[in-house]
């Protein structure tokens, strides 16, 4: 049985971030987002949370009591909680999001105590689509492998019931995030380490939640002369049964210097893979060294964050996948996620910044403010607005 500890409701509030440049307190537009970003202040080795609003323009304010002292790194939201786990010990805290943005401490749950042999600890928390189910993947989640826990959320507080968990393997194991088809009943993710362990992972969502593995056939694009083999890494599904892949160019058990390609999937009704495309339609990619990929929740576009920067396709369903842009940026780009009103929301944990880029299927540009300075940013998380559960 999972341990929830409640605790009272209350937000901190305290002094905002330093930004790039002088922002209002309060927004003069109805917000299209909020922002949240685990950051480490100066002078400190705990995170805080840095709480956003973004106006129509992508222009963004601190919203009321930010920064916020809740020490976490990886985060979700559904609307009405932002999970995040802990930095200081095996739990997933839920805050309760107030209609202005600002969070407010509801429960923890401690994620390692259905783990009776005393390992595991996080990496991603993430939900499916109905915002109902939360997924923690665990390193040595049984002593020896990579997993995945399930759990329910209790819509009223915020606390996580158990269902179960899925073992992944040690080699690679999946520490990526997982995407859902849009019908929520099969999940994708991939993983590469240096060309030699790889594989895409398919999983199974039942009817309470639990995420299961499943033997999910794929097959790989036909490689040119030049190297062996196609490697799959990071993953992206858009809203219907297309789900994106980075294509290493691999020699196993290495990979060879050579520029990455994209590929598109389509899932079947058995969650099996299959694609069409080929070495010559696949585009290729200015990002070499790829830390995460997003689509936009059109699934017309497909964008790719890395160590050079960002990038952005147009993505075709079935077809393959475009060029679009150019690097949007030359930070490197670790972690992204994107609003419903056309924008990008991105952190370099390098340059330490945050960028925000209004992209449409026929522009792309900066939005008005951004890049804007946080002193270490180390996660990021949006919450589309208006909040649906409210």
């Known amino acids: 049985m999972s341990t929830t500890r409640l605790v009272c ?66 985060m979700a939201v559904n609307g009405l909680y932002l999970m995040g786990a802990s930095q200081t010990g095996p739990d997933v805290n839920a805050y309760h999001i107030e209609p202005n943005g600002a969070l407010s401490l509801a429960t923890t749950t401690d994620y390692a105590a259905p783990n009776t042999n005393g390992c595991g600890g996080s990496g991603h928390v993430y939900f499916d689509h109905s915002g109902q189910d939360l997924y923690v993947t665990q390193y040595n989640i049984d002593c020896a492998n990579t997993g995945i826990s399930s759990w329910a959320v209790n819509k009223w507080t915020g606390g996580l019931s158990y269902l179960g968990n899925t073992i992944t393997g040690a080699f690679p194991g999946n520490w990526n995030e997982t995407y859902f088809t849009g019908n929520n009943l099969y ?54 049964n297309h789900v994106a892949f980075v294509m290493y160019p691999g020699y196993p058990p290495g990979c060879i210097n050579a520029p990455l390609q994209l590929a598109s999937y389509t899932a079947d009704g058995s969650g099996n893979l299959s694609t069409a495309n080929t070495a010559a339609n696949m585009p290729t990619t200015q990002i070499a060294s790829p830390y995460d990929m997003k689509m936009a ?29 150019g690097l949007l940026t030359a930070d490197p780009i670790t972690q992204m996620f994107w609003d419903n009103a056309n924008h990008l929301y991105a952190i370099s944990t390098t340059a330490n910044k945050l960028h925000v880029f209004t992209i449409t299927a ?29």
């Not at 920067?309 to 060029?323: E, M, R, S």
């Not at 946080?374 to 559960?389: D, K, N, Y």
Request: glycine share 6%.
């Open 9 to 74: 409701l209350g937000a901190a509030v305290c002094a905002a971030t330093a930004l790039a440049q002088t922002v209002s307190a309060q927004p003069n537009k109805t917000p299209v987002a909020y922002v949240y970003v685990a950051n480490t202040p100066a002078g400190s080795s705990v995170n805080d949370v840095q709480a956003f609003a973004a106006d129509p323009n992508g222009k963004l304010v601190p919203v009321p009591g930010s920064p916020f002292p809740y020490a976490v790194t990886s």
């Open 187 to 240: 999940a994708y993710a991939a993983d590469n380490d240096s060309c030699m362990y790889y594989n895409i992972y398919g999983f199974q969502r039942a009817a309470n939640g639990l995420l299961s593995t499943i033997p999910a056939s794929y097959n790989l694009p036909t490689p040119p002369s030049t190297f062996t083999r196609y490697i799959p890494s990071l993953s992206a599904a858009d809203p219907t």
């Open 297 to 325: 929740p059109s699934g017309k576009l497909l964008a790719l964050a890395g160590q050079e920067g960002l990038q952005v396709f147009h993505f075709n369903g079935a077809a393959p996948i475009t060029h679009f842009t």
């Open 362 to 390: 026929t522009a792309a540009h900066e939005a008005p403010g951004s890049p804007y300075s946080i002193a270490s940013p180390g996660s990021i998380i949006v919450q589309p607005l208006p909040l649906p559960w409210n």
